[in-house]
């Protein structure tokens, strides 16, 4: 039996959303909890201390990426993926099985894993639900991520039924590999996550749901969400589903997703949450805010003295105006994506503590209000 990683300390009484902490082996955890996404070993444009001095002691990897390049025996000789990127805190790594499902012409699905070609050089790899746990175990991970199988948006029925089905015995498989490594080595940490799947379809997320739990994960997650269905149809997922896991274990949403969706989701219960959109749009010219999201391109920024945003108290906007932003992007100057994914990621940073704080004081579903009240009201369109 796994030991329990995860302390719920409050739920709100108008709400399902709960205050929580992660128990890991590199790090305590506050939960809900927001994971700036690394793929590759880093969080692009910020220094793992950076993300340290923003209170982040969480971040996530990719065992598909990082098994093409550099390779997990280079970065298990390195001290595993804490020593090779300098990082103290927490990792959680995903399985890869999004991104190896999102290849199409370049694999092939069998019973036993999936055969499939790089996107860098087109060499030929084979991931099993066994080989992923090794992998992942290399790798140094604290959070494990079971090996699934996403079913794109939309599917029919069948097709989900059959994904859904060959996940449930892919997450036993690597559970029984989890757990006989485990057994013979001591030492290995690692904590091993389940993955419901189902697509959009509540019949079958349910069923998703219930054999997840049914394996007694440490933790568990909602996965093949946000992969082009409607924003209404994810979250009627999300509601659904969210309440079908243990109370007892973290709840994890995969890649998801705005602030908005976020303050949702943790309404329906969720504890965990990752995504590349703060460091994304951060490279891109976009800036979350606490009055909404900008677009620093638009010509109205040209000869904006003042701070992206006034009520962000961080180096970003303590020293740097809109204007200077907006000059540096148009330049192509690095440093422009330096600047807006450092503020993006330090927003979500706030977001989350002011979430944690109004579940302690039982007074969410007001934060969550006021959130909107100001967040929407000038909400820049072009953004």
């Known amino acids: 039996m796994p030991q329990p990683i995860f302390d719920l ?32 070993g880093t969080v692009k444009a910020l220094s793992q201390q950076e993300l340290w001095e923003m209170g982040f002691r969480l971040i996530l990897g ?29 990792i959680l790594t995903d399985s890869g099985g999004f991104q190896v499902f999102s290849l199409e012409d370049l694999r092939k699905i069998t019973e036993e894993g999936v055969m499939f070609r790089s996107h860098i ?12 746990m090794d992998v ?23 097709y989900t039924v059959a994904a859904m089905d060959r996940t449930h015995r892919w997450a036993k498989r690597c559970q029984d590999h989890w757990q006989q490594r485990r057994d013979a080595e001591p030492n290995l940490y690692g904590e091993l996550f389940g993955i419901v799947q189902g697509g959009a379809y ?29 924003k ?17 274990k973290p709840r994890y949403l995969m890649g998801v997703g705005t602030p908005v969706d976020l303050l949702d989701a943790v309404r329906a219960g969720i504890d965990m949450f990752d995504c590349v959109i703060p460091s994304r749009l951060g490279r891109n ?3 979350y805010t606490s009055i909404g999201r900008i677009n620093i391109k638009n010509a109205r920024y040209t000869d904006d003295f003042g701070p992206v945003d006034p009520n962000c108290e961080e180096w970003c906007c303590r020293n740097y105006s809109a204007a200077y932003i907006r000059h540096l992007y148009k330049c ?15 927003f979500y940073g706030r977001l989350m503590e002011g979430i944690r704080k109004s579940i302690e004081e039982d007074r969410f579903l007001q934060f969550h209000r006021e959130f909107l009240a100001r967040y929407e009201q000038e909400d820049d369109k072009n953004a």
């Open 121 to 132: 050089d087109g060499s030929q790899h084979f991931f099993s639900p066994e080989s992923v």
């Open 202 to 230: 509540l019949d079958l997320r349910t069923r998703s749901a219930n054999a997840v739990a049914e394996l007694d994960f440490p933790g568990n997650a909602i996965g093949g969400v946000s992969v082009g269905e409607p």
């Open 285 to 287: 010219g976009s800036a």
């Open 332 to 346: 192509d100057e690095i440093m422009a994506a330096r600047i807006l994914s450092y503020h993006n990621v330090s």
């Open 62 to 90: 990719n065992t598909y990426h990082l098994h093409l390049r550099p390779g997990e025996e280079l970065i298990r000789r390195a001290g595993g993926l804490h020593g090779f990127i300098g990082w103290e805190g927490g």
């Open 232 to 248: 209404e149809t994810m979250f009627e997922v999300i509601e659904h589903t969210t309440p079908l896991l243990p109370t007892d």
């Open 9 to 40: 300390l409050k739920t709100s009484s108008e709400s399902a959303a709960r205050r929580g902490r992660l128990r890991l082996a590199h790090a305590e955890v506050e939960t809900p909890v927001f994971m700036p996404v690394g793929t590759q």
């Open 136 to 158: 992942q175990f290399a790798l140094g991970s604290d959070i494990i991520m079971a090996f699934d199988e996403c079913a794109p948006h939309p599917s029919t029925h069948d």
